[in-house]
């Protein structure tokens, strides 16, 4: 799962089950709506690239216990269940470096179909975005 920008996340438990609004903490959720807790493993021996801050004394809501991850970031999902306690799904995801592979394969292929095809090199960057 690619994040497409920065990513705040509470190790909180209780705030992430206000702002996944699981039925446990919002009464009034619309039966549409379906919430779900991503539960996010750091490892930075695996995943060198992540960039993750502890933000806590920072915010105005120390107690939700905030880290800000940084654009870009790439998780691998292990595991989505449904919780039937919380009464929302649970994705349990791990930092990972993959993406800088995948991004470097599709430049190089890229570069080659352009170089076939005389193509615009600033074709290539627009499609990695």
């Known amino acids: 799962m690619l994040i497409n920008g920065f990513l705040l996340a509470s190790e909180s438990t209780e705030a992430a089950?206000?702002?996944?609004?699981t039925e446990i903490s919002n009464i009034n959720a619309s039966p549409?709506?379906?919430s779900i807790?991503?539960?996010i493993d750091i490892n930075t021996?695996?995943?060198s690239l992540t960039v993750v801050a502890d933000i806590a004394i920072h915010?105005?809501?120390s107690d939700?216990?905030?880290y800000l991850f940084d654009l870009g970031i790439?998780?691998?999902i292990q595991n989505i269940f449904y919780d039937q306690n919380k009464k929302c799904w649970i994705c349990r995801m791990t930092s990972s470096d993959k993406g800088l592979a995948i991004a470097?394969?599709?430049v190089k292929h890229q570069t080659n179909e352009m170089s076939n095809n005389n193509s615009d090199i600033s074709i290539l960057f627009d499609d990695l975005i």
């Open 17 to 21: 089950e206000i702002y996944a609004g």
């Open 32 to 34: 549409n709506w379906k």
């Open 37 to 39: 807790i991503f539960e």
């Open 45 to 47: 021996t695996i995943s």
């Open 59 to 61: 915010s105005p809501f």
């Open 64 to 66: 939700e216990q905030e």
């Open 74 to 76: 790439i998780f691998e």
């Open 104 to 106: 470097k394969d599709y």
